[in-house]
């Protein structure tokens, strides 16, 4: 799309964001889709010519032809195929079916000569290709596309961490000052989570499933034909070869829970994104967080001297659409009317929306990450000006002395007043407590207030 086309694009996916959208195109299109069609159609074929029953025979010229139509699939290839859906081509009457002209699209590029046309598609319905083919390009699109850019953000956070493991920070409970952490910590949390958010991807999309069993998932057309032939058998040995798990038991549709669990998975490595973006806004409003300023670029309409979070915003809104959007395929896509009813397959064309807001999300998400710097004096500043944090460090040391009133005295001193590091050390000098223990109340300071944040870095994979 030139960029004057994208000026009216229904869909910023296409229009406003065409350029970060892009790489799903190849995953996530409508020629996308009849090109993963053609190889269900021709590598079927291939197979039927294998099978023992049938006197299809296909040499290793003809085999290499009909691979090079999804190998080497155009865009002159994708636009013929929708002329025989919507206007009919050659012999062949407008199909009013996407499917179907991909069937014809096959037999049209056959030489004269061959014998296979009656063969594609052979005891087929259109849910057995269209199944394999939507699962294969949600793979290919999470393997090549969407898991990269997680990993990076991934990545990213991972490398914060490490860098900033020993700079203490104060944190927030309820949004009030608590007990002091580390900013490297808080960033090892976020990675550890995406890490395992990833894992559950991963896993869900090595068991995403396919079917080939006909119009209603008993081979009914197949056993007509050869009623010899092992045909769940054959199914399964072509859908595994295609790199799918299989499906023996569905009626038309494959049940579609394996694809509802990616998406599931997905949600939930937006959530521990959405997480991360709305404390990254919130550490850059604190002015935890300084940010890079971009040359050039306007951070408001009328106030010069801003510098918004811009990323990190823009990453939640889209991560929020996409979730909206997964949660609805992953609740849509598993019901189906009896057999077989077809609102699912409108619904199935909005899987690569949802991943484009996704694939948006996370690219916004490390260009946040990669503007951002601590601003270390801040955070110290700050963890000076509230001395009350090393209260529970006291009461605990006081516990352990065998001081039962230990919680109620710091209590009292502390909640709900504005308090000084002389107001703890004239509590200390008043304390019966050995001298030793003393010294060591004495020595407690919110910056030194941080226990085993930085060795709990290391627990990063």
């Known amino acids: 799309m030139t960029d004057t086309n994208a000026l009216y694009a229904v869909s910023p996916l296409d229009g406003r964001y065409g350029s970060r959208t892009a790489p799903l195109s190849p995953y996530a299109s409508e020629a996308a889709l009849m090109r993963a069609r053609v190889r269900v159609e021709v590598e079927y074929l291939i197979a039927l010519a294998d099978l023992e029953a049938t006197p299809l025979e ?62 594609i598609h052979f005891g087929l319905t259109s849910e057995d290709v269209n199944n394999l083919a939507h699962r294969l390009l949600v793979r290919d699109a999470v393997d090549e596309v969407l898991l990269p850019e997680l990993y990076e953000v991934r990545e990213a956070l991972a490398d914060m961490a490490r860098e900033h493991r020993d700079l203490p920070m104060l944190a927030r409970t309820h949004g009030q000052p608590a007990t002091p952490t580390t900013f490297g910590k808080e960033m090892a949390v976020y990675a550890a989570r995406l890490g395992r958010a990833t894992g559950r991807i991963r896993q869900a999309t090595d068991e995403l499933r396919g079917k080939l069993g006909g119009a209603s998932g008993t081979y009914a057309a197949h056993h007509a034909a050869y009623p010899d032939v092992d045909w769940p058998t054959f199914a399964e040995a072509f859908v595994t070869d295609l790199g799918l798990g299989f499906e023996p038991l569905t009626t038309q549709v494959n049940p579609c829970d394996d694809l509802a669990r990616v998406f599931d998975a997905f949600r939930g490595a937006n959530e521990v994104l959405l997480d991360l973006d709305l404390d990254m806004w919130l550490y850059v409003s604190d002015r935890y967080l300084g940010q890079e300023a971009v040359e050039g670029e306007t951070g408001s309409s009328t106030m010069p001297h801003k510098v918004n979070p811009i990323d990190f915003e823009n990453s939640e809104g889209n991560l929020s659409k996409a979730n909206s959007d997964l949660t609805f395929l992953a609740d849509y896509i598993t019901t189906s009317r009896l057999q077989r009813d077809l609102s699912d397959s409108t619904v199935k064309r909005n899987i690569g929306a949802a991943f484009a807001h996704c694939l948006i999300g996370y690219g916004k998400a490390a260009a946040g990450l990669s503007k951002v710097v601590p601003t270390e004096q801040v955070m110290r500043d700050e963890l000076e000006s509230t001395p009350e944090i090393i209260g529970e460090a006291v009461q605990t040391i006081l516990r352990r002395e065998g001081q039962e009133d230990a919680y109620e005295r710091v209590k009292a001193v502390t909640r709900g007043k504005d308090v000084t590091l002389d107001d703890f050390r004239e509590m200390f000098d008043d304390l019966e407590v050995d001298e030793d223990v003393r010294e060591e109340l004495h020595a407690l300071t919110p910056a030194g207030y941080t226990g085993v944040a930085s060795e709990l870095v290391d627990d990063l994979e």
């Open 58 to 119: 296909l040499d290793l010229e003809e085999r290499e032809r009909l691979r090079g139509l999804y190998k080497h699939f155009a865009e002159e290839d994708a636009r013929l195929i929708k002329t025989l859906e919507t206007e009919g081509y050659a012999e062949f009457e407008a199909t009013n079916h996407d499917v179907k002209a991909v069937e014809y699209f096959v037999r049209h590029r056959l030489p004269d000569d061959s014998d296979a046309s009656a063969w």
